[in-house]
């Protein structure tokens, strides 16, 4: 951490701020200058609070070197995560990951039905919102328990992993007792309060990067859940919200490997939220096998005009299977299987 | 509502989808052209989903004409409301009120000390964070409970309603039972359980905009709560994230007049986390008095460099007291008290 | 077009709107609501002004359907269009194409050297900047007609076609007479002056989004210059300006699939410019192949932190002869030859 | 401007760097840490390109710390400038100027008209488009040089200086002999060359901020005018580009006392550019007096439903006029006269 003084700071103040420093078992390295103090903070900066810094009068300007996650950092934790999710494994080494599902929930037979098409599709886990976070109060909020009693019924007919969206703490119990991998959706992902909730249990997290949220935010989120003891956690990109209104959202394909070089978590991409358009979701999922992701999560649906929710943005099985066989050829190119 | 259909769509399609639109309770008129068949929904459309409706394949677009929502609708609701916090009315045809105090809660006796100075400036509210979200799990999260108590005794020794935020549904009981305003923070804008939760009760709430919220999304919020059966809410604009780095975030001062046209529900600006710096709060909040603010809400510390937080927007009491004066002369000159 | 009127619009206000549209050669349908009365116009509305109809204070809102372009559009040219630029052809039927070469020329010696190295690798035109818009008044603004002379001079000795950027119309017999593909920067997309200029010639023009410019508005400026005569356009995503600030831009992949939707235009990706980072080029360049881009403009120099501008973003040639290796088995399998 | 250096630089790439750096005449400190070697550059760092530093392998970080502006720059000239345009003086220590009219010149008759208006309302200024940047080819582009004489005329008939846009360089002439105020459109901001050349005019500038360039990107494009010669710059800010589509643009109110601190030059806003409604004009014009606006410039037409351009944002002379006089009161209670 860089921090600039003003020219005129007095010394007596910037003795304090020192003092004040190095009782925070931090070194420093003081450098006159004309018009500046440069201060180089060594050591470990995760927990210095910047903004803190910024409120002295004095200071001109605080940059931070280091990053201020440690747990989720790549240089914390060299080796890349394998994270475990039912019988499946999710990681950098292992191979890519194909989630499909309805948006929603929808009922028993539903279920099973699309469990089946994606799995003969070469899907590994089946996606299903329960509990559904909708813009308006009168849309259709979800199954809920329910819902989750449809999916836990659609694994035991297949054998797939389920992953749903968790909405409050107080379903922490519910889902740890029923779902296989427990997603943060886009509007929670700075839940605080949430995301300490579940780092306090072992279930994978599936967190999903917030609508305007950074890179690093969304890193500090995955800290929060690993630095309450979970480390079990994968990151989806689902698009952030951007001036182009052509797009449900503008899938950021760099992240992938931004987070491969900061962070040792798998990463996978939702091509259905960050487009809401199905016609553009396969071309999308091929990008992000070729970026190098680690798993797709894909909304898939028998009858998408009749979805009761984001049909828009859902393939139907047939068009998913050849997604899959097209995704496969990708991967092996680069050196993935799936 | 206008639905275009393609050009190409089937009679039979056509006619399922009138079909399904006259169930739901409104009323059609078709337009055929030659490159597509449009429909205009008449009726009370705030309950259909439109992104169902672009689900079906033969639909090219759906433009919603009518807002979709209700309550908070000033077509609905045409008087200004006017919402009681304690003592304090806040409206429209009210004053303007001045809410001023830390960021966070730091002890009783700086808590008492800021509300004297906040209430000498000719503050009517004191504000202070008891449950902090933090990016960084590593960040000072809050004294919490005993941080509230701080604010209930600062109450006691002033007279001030109390604002703060709350986190989560499991402390809706201890905010009921000892805070005034509650506040819904920008990052859990869209944490719609926690809205509908705060739906139930009666007490005020002050709901932030989120970071990168539209102002559709925003009064849709507010219609949760109301929806839920709590018709108090204050909106609060504390600035929106935009491709600019220099300030935290860019207030919005146009959401002003819009707010008042849209909806019946008080508006106050948060010029502190809008700009994130002290040197221009009062540009920016005599501004938000200039456009039409029914209050603001100002992060007032005594010694900004030693706040535990976001010391670097807050300004010292004696600023504090010199905005309210230029503030009140611009009120007037804008037809307002304050 | 749809055009709602406001409830109470007095029935000559209606009359009066509905005559000037008529006399403007369209034809409407009516539908009368509670709430409103929408006009729907049939004929070619692309050269109706929405912002001046909108203006009618009778008019509540106006809905665009038909897309407000005409050449550019794959509704009135179906067929893909293949560019010819000197010998080599652009365009979805052909193969893909490699572009290599500096931000900025630097001297003939170097350019040469660069232009080999490119086509080693496999590249099959060179670029390089021989004028620089760049941020400040005081960085290297360009070699100009000498830079030129050097790209002129590489690609005599190489066979390669040349781009290059222009910036202002003075330039223009320069750049028919030597450059093979003109390039307009980010920058003046909407530099229509200069648009009009270049539709007045019939050399291909490179036309890359600007920074924050909508999807429409960038094949609007296609438009241009293919209203006034040239219908030698290829589109080029460089990435747009959003929140975040990892990366210099975010690249939108999804616009390829959507350009090839919506018109018949080649569209090729810059992930030097896109990412600003040369460890993210390659994963973002296989991505955009892998997504249906009919090539790449990439970023060499043989000395990175030498170069005179953005060498942060530049491949050293080993780099990018492995990245084109890689980008070919991609293409393969998703049905293109490189 | 401080550098950070990985851990691993070898000794002989540091002194090469270090080298480097002081033969541009720079003074440097060296701070050695555990992971990163830390180099603190004293001097006149305006013309150092970071993003070349920053190209170097062995380089981290580069942060700047001055400002790499220099002209434009409050601590290189502290004193408010003040702009002289005909008959009127724009900056902080004069009066506040408001500058209407329309969108478009349409005419000789119009213009004489409005300016009438605008003249009487207490405007000092009159606005018009003779040359107009239009999204598509097929929209009204100006009446040229026929506009140019309308407004010639005007002034002619009212005494009022008239500021019009320009939007290539081959009408530098043109406008030097006939506009008072050479107005540099947000499309143009960057559009290096016309900048360049309205550097070496005398006649005052108004340069607005670009739809998605940050205050810095925005300073630095006046200093290519002051750079090349013409110290006569008038910022304005005209909105920008963010997610929300309820307005055209989102003011960014905060500019204003940026600018002051930051640079010396006299800064106006344009709410009618900034909303793109007519509904909105008014709270935004106080907001940005209230907040230390220099000047206003606003859209006005007699009958805007027939405006040939932007009429949804032009208020009617009578709006105009009790705006003025709304805003004269907020000017004289911040201190102000207008």
């Not at 994270?83 to 292992?94: A, D, K, R």
């Not at 917030?210 to 480390?231: K, V």
């Not at 990008?287 to 898939?300: H, S, T």
């Amino acid at each position: 951490m860089i921090i600039t003084l003003k020219r005129k700071t007095p010394d007596i103040e910037k003795e304090k701020l020192i003092h004040s420093l190095e009782q925070q078992g931090l070194r420093l390295t003081v450098s006159e200058g004309i018009n500046f103090t440069v201060l180089g903070l060594m050591g470990d900066t995760s927990k210095i609070d910047d903004k803190r810094i910024q409120a002295n009068q004095w200071v001109e300007s605080v940059k931070r070197i280091d990053v201020p996650y440690k747990l989720a950092s790549r240089s914390f934790h060299p080796e890349d995560s394998v994270i475990q999710v039912g019988n499946v494994t999710v990681g950098q080494s292992e191979p890519i990951v194909i989630i499909g599902g309805p948006c929603s929930v929808e009922g028993q037979q539903m279920m099973v039905h699309i469990a089946k098409e994606v799995k003969d599709a070469g899907g590994v886990m089946l996606r299903g919102g329960a509990y559904k976070p909708r813009t308006s109060p009168y849309s259709f909020q979800g199954m809920k328990t329910e819902g989750i009693k449809c999916m836990v019924n659609a694994r035991e007919e297949t054998g797939l992993p389920i992953v749903s969206e968790i909405m409050s703490a107080d379903k922490i119990d519910e889902f740890v007792e029923n779902v296989d991998l427990i997603q943060v959706g886009a509007r929670n992902m700075q839940n605080f309060e949430l995301l300490k909730e579940l780092g306090k249990i072992n279930k994978p997290i599936l967190l999903k990067r917030g609508l305007a949220n950074t890179i690093e935010e969304w890193i500090m989120s995955a800290e929060y859940i690993m630095a309450n003891g979970n480390p079990n956690v994968i990151l989806c990109e689902r698009g952030i919200r951007t001036f182009e209104t052509y797009t449900r959202n503008t899938l950021d394909v760099s992240v992938i490997p931004i987070i491969k070089e900061k962070t040792h978590l798998p990463i996978i991409i939702d091509p259905s939220h960050a487009t809401g358009d199905y016609k553009l979701v396969e071309a999308v999922s091929l990008a992000a096998i070729a970026a190098g992701a680690d798993g797709l999560i894909i909304e898939v649906h028998d009858n998408p005009e009749c979805a009761w929710s984001d049909g828009a943005q859902s393939l139907k099985p047939e068009k998913f299977k050849a997604l899959v066989a097209k995704a496969r050829k990708v991967a092996e190119v680069v050196g993935r299987t799936l």
